[in-house]
């Protein structure tokens, strides 16, 4: 990705997996890496960066 993923939103990231499964892990990730975008438009870019990754 090209945003800065922290310690602690990445312990959330594994959190929300262990928690949700495999199958929500975009949906995790967007929400807690989006809480850090300022608009609607680059929480849509981080979503798309994270499913190009993911898949």
Do not use: P, W, Y
């Not at 990445?10 to 990730?29: K, N, P, S, T």
């Amino acid at each position: 990705l090209e945003l800065h993923v922290g310690t602690r939103a990445a312990v959330m990231i594994a959190e929300g997996q262990v928690a949700f499964g495999e199958d929500e892990l975009v949906e995790v990730c967007v929400d807690v890496l989006g809480s850090k975008a300022e608009s609607f438009e680059d929480v849509q870019e981080i979503r798309e960066e994270i499913e190009d990754v993911a898949s």
